[in-house]
């Protein structure tokens, strides 16, 4: 039984920092893509960021600079490092892990107020 769980997630002021994380179980969590992603309310799911499994990362522009992807895969647990954060950021956080099947977490609530 695959499991996703995201953490980290609150709220913060403008400027301020989070990190949240993804905790997978169930699977070969190496082997897999993690994507973080987010939708804000009314509006649609857009990817933040990627990680691969051999540690290539992609950033979306809005977040590029900002936010940071990683992984730790003896923990089975990827990371989204947020710096900087801005009231356009409020969204709900979630979590992809993508090889032949994906799987989504449940999400995590980030308000960033001004």
């Known amino acids: 039984q695959v499991q996703v769980v995201e953490s980290g997630g609150g709220v913060v002021q403008a400027g301020g920092s989070l990190r949240l994380s993804c905790a997978a179980s169930?699977?070969?969590?190496?082997?897999?893509?993690i994507g973080w992603y987010r939708q804000a309310p009314g509006k649609q799911r857009d990817l933040v960021a990627t990680?691969?499994?051999?540690?290539?990362?992609t950033y979306a522009d809005s977040v590029n600079g900002r936010f940071t992807i990683s992984r730790d895969n003896a923990k089975n647990t990827a990371y989204l490092q947020m710096n900087s954060l801005k009231p356009e950021d409020t969204a709900v956080y979630y979590c992809?892990?993508?090889?032949?099947?994906?799987?989504w977490g449940q999400g995590t609530q980030v308000t960033v107020s001004s």
């Open positions: 169930g699977i070969t969590f190496s082997s897999y893509t």
């Open positions: 990680i691969s499994s051999e540690f290539r990362t």
């Open positions: 992809r892990l993508t090889n032949v099947n994906g799987y």
